[in-house]
């Protein structure tokens, strides 16, 4: 664990947690935090910083946070020669990161998904040189631009270690060209079911489930608020459809008292199994803004789907279905060549969920090689309270889940 290691782990981890923690009266961009509050979270780090480098905790935070290498955009190294090429891809990368600062992204999270597509634009410019957008704006070069991609995709394949990693690249990279084609500055997305030509989809042994591709195409296809609550409930919640269909506007709690996540309560006894509750981290202004659309109803009950046809008050689940097979069959959404179910996108949201837990223990990796674990998880489950363990798990998910729904 060298300095650039326990740089990553303050940013990453604790900066993160000085901002939520009510007991820590420090402010991160301009304070580190007091000795007494590190310690009591993170003692291995602490004393490894102390025997390692000689360093205390204190003035190891302002070199390595407060004043250390925290580059502009525009000064940050991309790795590309000189040229005009060159220039407009940095340009391009450059804004791109500033509009996530803009949205309101930390940087402990733009940093490593810009190290993420640092590599991929190495990768690139080795292959086929510096200009990752001119091909991009022409139609007639589709094939042939996929192709380079695909092309870089497989080099970066044999640099990662596990399928998660892969994906993570992969939805990343996806994520910067869809963001060039809303903006206009490109006509389509080359990483568009890169997953599939890289084996990187389900195993056919496994239960199918959506890919991001999937859920951006299923939200960009959806012309109704009511069609963007099917997405978000489903894929965004982890709904189930008999849940979704049912949902009450009593269940919903969209401005929690703690300052938390909002989040839908269950504990009425109106979920079979599972969590009480369940927090919206993505999308809940469409469920405020559906609730908007159907309170002046007249004779409303307080469903988010009401029917006057049904008894319960609310569409029947087979409804709910019909309505996601309409939109799939708008979206030209299949997986293994089948139109895909409601309960495919409850299944996207366990498989976020769980990469949301490997990367929840990755980043606790230099604690637990500073307190001699082989298993980060070990300081997880052994060294974080629950509502600690909670809290990292929903700030991953929450980032994982942004983009999709926006």
């Not at 908007?292 to 609310?314: I, L, Q, R």
Request: aromatic share 10%.
């Amino acid at each position: 664990m060298d300095r650039a290691d326990c740089a990553a782990f303050l940013r990453e981890t604790v900066v993160p947690e000085m901002r939520t923690d009510p007991d820590c009266d420090r402010r991160p961009d301009e304070d580190p935090p007091t000795y007494r509050w590190l310690n009591g979270r993170y003692p291995g780090f602490v004393k490894h910083l102390q025997r390692a480098f000689d360093a205390s905790p204190a003035a190891f935070y302002r070199e390595r946070v407060l004043d250390g290498d925290d580059e502009s955009a525009d000064g940050y190294d991309w790795g590309l020669p000189s040229g005009d090429a060159a220039a407009r891809t940095r340009e391009r990368l450059n804004a791109h990161l500033d509009e996530l600062r803009y949205r309101g992204h930390p940087e402990t999270t733009i940093r490593p998904y810009r190290s993420r597509l640092k590599k991929y634009v190495r990768l690139y410019c080795d292959l086929h040189g510096p200009d990752l957008l001119d091909g991009l704006r022409d139609e007639s070069r589709r094939a042939a631009e996929i192709d380079r991609t695909f092309a870089v995709c497989k080099v970066l394949d044999r640099t990662l270690d596990t399928p998660a990693a892969r994906r993570k690249y992969v939805e990343d990279v996806r994520r910067f060209y869809r963001e060039l084609r809303d903006a206009g500055y490109v006509s389509y997305n080359p990483m568009r079911r890169m997953e599939t030509r890289l084996g990187l989809d389900v195993p056919e042994w496994d239960n199918p489930a959506l890919a991001a591709a999937d859920v951006e195409a299923l939200w960009e296809a959806a012309d109704s608020v009511r069609e963007r609550l099917l997405v978000v409930g489903l894929c965004g919640w982890g709904l189930r459809p008999s849940e979704l269909a049912a949902l009450h506007v009593r269940q919903a709690v969209l401005d929690p008292a703690d300052d938390d996540y909002p989040y839908l309560d269950f504990r009425d006894g109106d979920r079979k199994n599972g969590p009480g509750t369940v927090a919206m981290l993505a999308g809940d202004g469409v469920l405020d803004r559906r609730l908007d659309a159907v309170a002046d109803c007249e004779g409303w009950t307080g469903y988010v789907f009401p029917s006057d046809a049904a008894a319960s008050g609310h569409v029947h689940v087979d409804t709910l279905r019909r309505w996601f097979a309409d939109l799939v069959a708008r979206a030209d959404v299949t997986v293994r060549d089948e139109p895909p179910t409601p309960k495919y996108g409850r299944r996207f949201w366990y498989a976020r969920y769980g990469e949301a837990v490997v990367e929840v223990a990755e980043r606790f990796t230099p604690v637990a090689e500073a307190q001699g674990s082989a298993d980060a998880s070990v300081v997880v489950e052994n060294y974080l309270s629950e509502a600690d363990r909670r809290m990292h798990l929903r700030r991953v998910m929450a980032d994982s889940l942004a983009d999709l729904f926006v």
